[in-house]
């Protein structure tokens, strides 16, 4: 008889944001007049930029012709994006890397999920606590995470806390771990990581032998001009680190499905018997054994943003949605809250106050403001006690929240 | 020390289409005034239907408004393009589905890779031979192909030979397996499966509690009424049958990516004990976790596949193409060689003569023709002796590609 993975039988069958969906639709039903604002789920609001928009009609119409019509695109990308990239994404940042090593994808969400197919079963690995639930999901479907107990923990998996006790700058390991997922600006804290931080992490890695696998997804956000972009910015990363980035908050693409993977020549991991292999050509043939290129007019529209108009419109688009997060930061801290994050990253942090934990938070907004965030704790156990915001909804509907919390606080 | 997954450095470095652009190009380096034609790689080359780019663009436009903007769909795909599956390539052959039994991907050869992930790594697998490389070679990124011998088989693949000599229809394994993978119309050798042939594999699967996946990408180049579109038609397979579809020869999609995957509701796998597992929920959870959906444009266009005007376009440059076979096959009749396929799949599959191997009939008629062909080799054992013409060239190219061939035998 076949024999199902069942490995997937250890994931839990809730999901944070089906859980969420289905007390939003509870309390919509004894509810039915209120008008429930969601500032909970991190997705985009606002359009496309016209760049980026014009950009996809002009590839959509070079389809629709024989000369211009384009088939299969190369497993890895096109060079016109992968040049646009390194030009603009690393090179203006002092960051040499071969085209090569870009890898255009349909998402971070992809990749991130997919890359711990290049690594053994049995590697340990370590999460920084909050975190975005693809990371531990995706190794458990394959029995590196153990198994979940009852406290919310995977038995295989090294938590590394990050709370306000410790700035969220999480401690290294105290032991060797074989892989460690980053991610900077941080979902969901918001928080970010100084260069002298990072120095750190990359230099336990070399140390180690350790394998960083760094979500760079929101990047595009950061303002403060000494807070790194890239990983690669770190002396010795090159050996150590394979770097996620997304367009989709960066440029509104959560609907257009395209970012890319950076996998350095010089990373290797070990066989049994210590020979070294580099996981370049290993991703490589992963992606063209199971994944057939990214839309060719997503790519195109990917291409946009680096033009000069598409940099401008991108980059106030990125405003409006900070200055989003600057108004729920000041309100919030009026009101008496401790916040953070927010100021290079698209997401707030809430401690919640007293002893409420963070489902009972949320509950307590939705029914008093009829506003929705997110549990902290669905993103790991040191997330109890915080609820996560974002600063991508309309001014009007951030706004609107804003005035029905201060309400329900006064 | 990070450990590399092993499993990876047991496929070989050479892959068929690579090895085949590395031929080409030293022909072309040593005849540069050589015209080469390819009908080789199974790449489409007309463009996309007008309904197909009208639906882009006014998905395009709809991304540029505020009201119109659409971010993360469901992973599982848009409703509007499912009821269009459901309705136009299901309930149109008396097949009743349910809408989450529908998922849309970015096209089939992620889901056929990414398949196995359901299933333990030592479940035993079947391919028919020749095959589509990415079946296996997703088994062996993973272990369960076992080893590569020099025979050019996988220790633990059953392989189910196709030749003239069995008229290309496999026979049931002689013990019993695991998994079977299928594909019809087939790709490579252009054959078909008859209903009656089909049902003794449903039959087979049932009987020993078999999993099937089932690859139907060719399934819009079926002109025979006879023929199956789908394994559904078959009864019993909801209770054995995963699906694949594609747009990608349908529609000229390689470039646009969609499709789809039908995992039914009474499809279940068994846990050691025998439990058993319905896979349905599974496969959501791997879509939900490692995909965040198809390119909303990408699922408009195909939306308008299934639309009268859509229609009817697609199944112009289907004829169009299967007036590219028809030549083909009356030309290579004509000469003397015998043909498969081609009458209901765009692929044609010649024997080559006499005693020549598929790699030197490919060379032969590369440097004698300067046209491209694929080496069945390539496919699996089995297809030694024979080399895949593919029909997705224009008229003037295989017009012209018929001529050479025809003119190198004279």
């Given at each position: 008889?076949?024999l199902?993975n069942?490995h997937?039988l250890?994931?839990?069958?809730?999901?944070?944001?089906?859980?969420?969906a289905?007390k939003?639709?509870a309390?919509?039903v004894t509810?039915p007049?209120?008008?429930?604002?969601s500032l909970g789920i991190?997705?985009?609001?606002?359009?496309?930029c016209p760049?980026?928009v014009?950009a996809?009609?002009?590839?959509?119409d070079e389809?629709?012709?024989?000369e211009?019509f384009?088939?299969?695109?190369p497993?890895?990308?096109?060079?016109f994006?992968?040049?646009a990239?390194?030009k603009?994404d690393?090179?203006?940042?002092?960051?040499?890397?071969?085209?090569?090593?870009i890898?255009?994808?349909?998402g971070a969400?992809?990749?991130?999920?997919?890359?711990?197919e290049?690594i053994r079963?049995?590697n340990s690995?370590?999460v920084t606590?909050?975190?975005?639930?693809?990371?531990?999901?995706?190794?458990?479907?394959?029995g590196?995470a153990?198994?979940?107990g009852?406290?919310g923990r995977?038995?295989?998996?090294i938590?590394l806390?990050c709370t306000?006790e410790n700035?969220f700058?999480p401690?290294?390991?105290d032991?060797?771990?074989?892989?460690?997922?980053?991610?900077?600006p941080?979902n969901?804290?918001?928080?970010v990581?100084?260069?002298q931080e990072?120095?750190k992490?990359v230099n336990?890695?070399?140390?180690?032998?350790t394998l960083i696998f760094?979500?760079?997804a929101?990047?595009?956000?950061?303002a403060?001009p000494?807070i790194?972009?890239?990983?690669?910015?770190?002396?010795?990363a090159?050996?150590c680190?394979?770097?996620f980035?997304s367009y989709s908050?960066?440029?509104?693409?959560?609907?257009?499905?395209?970012g890319?993977?950076?996998?350095?020549?010089?990373?290797?991991?070990?066989t049994?018997?210590?020979r070294?292999i580099p996981?370049r050509?290993l991703?490589?043939?992963?992606?063209?054994?199971?994944?057939?290129?990214?839309?060719y007019i997503?790519?195109r529209a990917?291409?946009?943003?680096y033009?000069p108009e598409g940099?401008?419109?991108?980059?106030?688009?990125?405003g409006?949605?900070?200055?989003?997060?600057r108004?729920?930061l000041s309100?919030?801290?009026r009101?008496?809250y401790r916040v953070?994050?927010?100021e290079?990253?698209?997401?707030?942090w809430?401690?919640t106050?007293?002893e409420?934990?963070s489902?009972?938070?949320?509950?307590?907004?939705?029914y008093?403001a009829?506003?929705?965030c997110?549990?902290g704790?669905?993103?790991?156990?040191?997330g109890e006690g915080?609820v996560?915001?974002t600063?991508f909804?309309?001014h009007?509907q951030t706004?609107?929240?804003?005035?029905?919390?201060?309400?329900?606080?006064?």
């Amino acid at each position: 008889m076949a024999l199902v993975n069942d490995h997937f039988l250890k994931l839990p069958n809730n999901y944070l944001f089906a859980d969420i969906a289905k007390k939003v639709n509870a309390f919509r039903v004894t509810h039915p007049r209120a008008d429930v604002i969601s500032l909970g789920i991190g997705d985009v609001t606002q359009p496309l930029c016209p760049a980026v928009v014009e950009a996809m009609h002009r590839a959509v119409d070079e389809m629709g012709t024989r000369e211009g019509f384009h088939g299969y695109g190369p497993e890895q990308g096109y060079d016109f994006l992968r040049e646009a990239i390194l030009k603009n994404d690393f090179v203006s940042r002092g960051i040499h890397l071969d085209l090569d090593e870009i890898f255009i994808n349909d998402g971070a969400k992809s990749d991130t999920g997919n890359i711990q197919e290049l690594i053994r079963w049995d590697n340990s690995i370590a999460v920084t606590d909050p975190i975005y639930p693809v990371y531990i999901d995706s190794n458990a479907m394959i029995g590196r995470a153990g198994l979940k107990g009852s406290d919310g923990r995977w038995s295989n998996v090294i938590y590394l806390p990050c709370t306000a006790e410790n700035g969220f700058v999480p401690q290294l390991p105290d032991r060797r771990v074989d892989v460690i997922y980053l991610c900077y600006p941080n979902n969901p804290t918001g928080t970010v990581i100084s260069r002298q931080e990072l120095r750190k992490w990359v230099n336990y890695a070399l140390r180690n032998d350790t394998l960083i696998f760094y979500d760079a997804a929101y990047e595009a956000y950061i303002a403060d001009p000494d807070i790194p972009h890239s990983i690669y910015e770190i002396r010795g990363a090159r050996k150590c680190a394979i770097e996620f980035h997304s367009y989709s908050k960066t440029a509104g693409f959560t609907g257009v499905r395209c970012g890319y993977t950076i996998v350095p020549k010089d990373l290797t991991a070990a066989t049994l018997e210590g020979r070294r292999i580099p996981l370049r050509p290993l991703w490589d043939r992963r992606q063209s054994t199971k994944f057939n290129g990214t839309s060719y007019i997503s790519q195109r529209a990917a291409e946009a943003i680096y033009t000069p108009e598409g940099r401008s419109q991108v980059a106030e688009t990125i405003g409006y949605y900070m200055q989003n997060a600057r108004r729920m930061l000041s309100t919030f801290r009026r009101l008496g809250y401790r916040v953070y994050g927010g100021e290079n990253a698209p997401y707030i942090w809430l401690k919640t106050p007293g002893e409420s934990g963070s489902w009972q938070f949320f509950e307590e907004l939705l029914y008093g403001a009829n506003v929705v965030c997110t549990p902290g704790v669905g993103f790991g156990p040191s997330g109890e006690g915080y609820v996560r915001f974002t600063a991508f909804g309309s001014h009007e509907q951030t706004d609107e929240a804003l005035r029905r919390i201060e309400k329900w606080n006064g």
